[in-house]
DNA sequence: CAGCTCTGGTTCAGTGAATGAACCTTCCCT
DNA sequence: AGGGAAGGTTCATTCACTGAACCAGAGCTG
């Protein structure tokens, strides 16, 4: 979502539009979910995103104003960032969950790309991302990620690393190649 | 939030960006917003967002033609039309409901501007809009949407009707001023 | 019947954001 | 010395958003 630079609609009195003013625009909601996902660095949400280089940096600076990412150094020789979901960040996951199943409620025949399961006791979450067996909330740490029958083959090494059944928040491993 | 007219991230094997083709833009969610808290009319989204009028028809538009929203004609004579949520429109429900909470996670000191609960038992809603006393989840028409202590003064008549406790989905009274 | 209003749009010029390609810098490796 | 990886910045082009103006059908008013 493109806003003006003075952020308009930050004039409605709604939680909902104050919301949209942090992660309305176009890729940030992406870049949220990626994050969940388990991706922090710079390269690897360009691989998989395929996001311009600018728009991304903008993005990830914007994010990181707000809160929901922290950006985390995590070598010092060649200084190297990461950015790592906030508790502002992880409290996406809802939203993220609730749209990703609108998505799928979409187009009715497609089959699921991934599907999620909480990690204790493998059951599958529920529609408001509850656990049907335990009957409570999951957050995100406690959920497991695994790849549905919808996903085609994987063309870059992040979209690789994210087939394999995982928890969220948990960083990618960048294997040396 | 901008797309481009080729929708780039339709490419994403994930259904949150096949959502966000859908919703993602600018605006895009704030009408679907209120048109489940009762606007059909051209003319009160106007009022009530303070959109610019060929930014709300082409959303309209493109709404319609998603299945999200439905034109209905109204009245005859002159031709009056009407935009009233689809099921697909009213299944996004639990994700508006999963931002609105998030934004109002984001200033925590902010009171809130409206809160949601369950008709039947006025439990007020999860972050998926379920129903934390019944513990299912909660259909719009069955949700009553109240002015919380943070809404100011009322300034235009649609959000003055939209200040007393309501059903959401209900349609709004154009009384004849 | 002239003129005004209400509703629901369309058109248009100006602006600002997104895009993709190219370039840059620091560091490491050989 | 040369090459490569990570993490950016810069730039011209394209595209969408913005706000104001304009338009058209129908009813109301005098």
């Known amino acids: 979502m493109a806003l003006g630079k003075d952020y308009d609609y930050a004039a409605q009195e ?25 991706v922090r660095r710079y390269n690897d949400f360009l691989v998989h995103l395929k996001i311009p280089r600018a728009v ?12 929901v990412l922290e950006k985390r150094r995590y ?23 609730a749209l990703g199943l609108w998505g799928r409620a979409f187009n009715p ?20 991302g509850e656990c049907r067996a335990c009957g409570r909330a999951i957050d995100p740490e406690d959920v497991e990620m695994r790849p549905g029958p919808g996903l085609g083959p994987a063309e870059d090494p992040v979209s690789r690393a994210l087939r394999a059944p995982r928890r969220l928040l948990q960083p990618l491993e960048n294997q040396p190649q």
């Open 75 to 97: 070598q010092e020789s060649p200084p190297r960032d990461e950015y790592v979901p906030t508790e502002l960040g992880r409290a996406l996951w809802p939203a993220l969950r």
């Open 14 to 38: 709604c939680s909902i539009a104050r919301a949209l003013e942090i992660v309305g625009e176009r890729w940030t909601l992406l870049v949220v979910r990626d994050a969940l996902y388990g």
């Open 109 to 128: 025949n497609a089959r699921p790309m991934r599907t999620f399961h909480h990690a204790d006791c493998g059951t599958e979450l529920g529609s408001y």
């Open 56 to 67: 991304l940096a903008a993005r990830l600076q914007s994010l990181t104003e707000a809160g």
